[in-house]
């Protein structure tokens, strides 16, 4: 049974860049899957931050239009696990960071979501 | 990006009752080969959204067979149709149509 687990620190000083990375056990990160980052706060509910794809034949990703400018996700195919960085940070990027498997693959976009990790809660603060 | 919809906020019924969720998509969210790119998913205190529906109306593995999905275009509906204690969570739509994927606020279903 595929299982995903996010790690990182949890608070991160304004103006600086927020560094996640999600362990992904019971499944190859190189199949034919996207995987995702979401965040949940109280202010915005649940917000789809990007996805990122790797296979034999190379990657690639999407993000939200409003965080585009800011986030980058990759791929380490060698530990099985992907990551987010997400720069200039605020007060408005506390949130609870989620990553999941997103059901799209390389022939059907599908981006719903399943697994999903524990989640992590990162505090943007001084 | 499309706005989801969801009605009511807080629902509170008694063990047994059928619970009836609402959500509206600002456009339609049906495409073809008859399907519309709407999920539901449940989210209990201090755990992640666990999957319940997909397509619409295709129950995930493990999901129950009291919750249901339905609707088609703009107007969907998640049913639980006889609520158990365990299904008090807040649920959530989510559309997969375009990019970004965008979730509804949530509603919250407590027991009478």
């Known amino acids: 049974q595929m299982q995903l687990q996010e790690s990182g620190p949890g608070l991160v000083k304004p103006s600086g860049t927020l560094s996640l990375t999600c362990a992904v056990s019971?499944?190859?990160?190189?199949?034919?899957?996207?995987w995702s980052w979401v965040r949940q706060s109280p202010g915005k509910g649940l917000e789809w931050i990007g996805e990122v794809f790797h296979n034999q034949y190379g990657g690639s990703t999407n993000y939200n239009p409003s965080l585009k400018s800011r986030v980058i996700m990759s791929v380490d195919t060698a530990k099985n696990e992907f990551s987010l960085n997400l720069t200039s940070v605020t007060a408005a990027d506390t949130a609870v960071y989620f990553c999941?498997?997103?059901?799209?693959?390389?022939?059907?976009?599908?981006?719903?979501?399943?697994?999903w990790g524990q989640g992590i809660m990162v505090t943007v603060s001084s | 990006d499309i706005v989801m919809t969801q009605s009511p906020d807080s629902l509170t019924l008694s063990l047994g009752e059928r619970a009836t969720i609402t959500c509206k998509s600002s456009q339609n969210i049906f495409y073809g080969s008859n399907k519309n790119y709407l999920a539901w998913y449940q989210q209990k205190p201090g755990q992640p959204p666990k999957l319940l529906i997909y397509w619409a109306s295709t129950r995930h593995s493990g999901v129950p067979d009291r919750f249901s999905g339905a609707g088609s275009g703009t107007d969907f509906t998640l049913t639980i149709s006889s609520l158990q204690a365990e299904d008090v969570a807040t649920y959530y739509c989510?559309?997969?149509?375009?990019?970004?994927?965008?979730f509804g606020q949530g509603t919250k279903v407590e027991i009478k």
């Open positions: 989510q559309h997969y149509y375009s990019t970004p994927p965008t």
């Open positions: 019971g499944g190859s990160i190189s199949s034919d899957n996207w």
């Open positions: 999941a498997r997103d059901r799209s693959s390389s022939t059907l976009r599908s981006n719903y979501f399943d697994p």
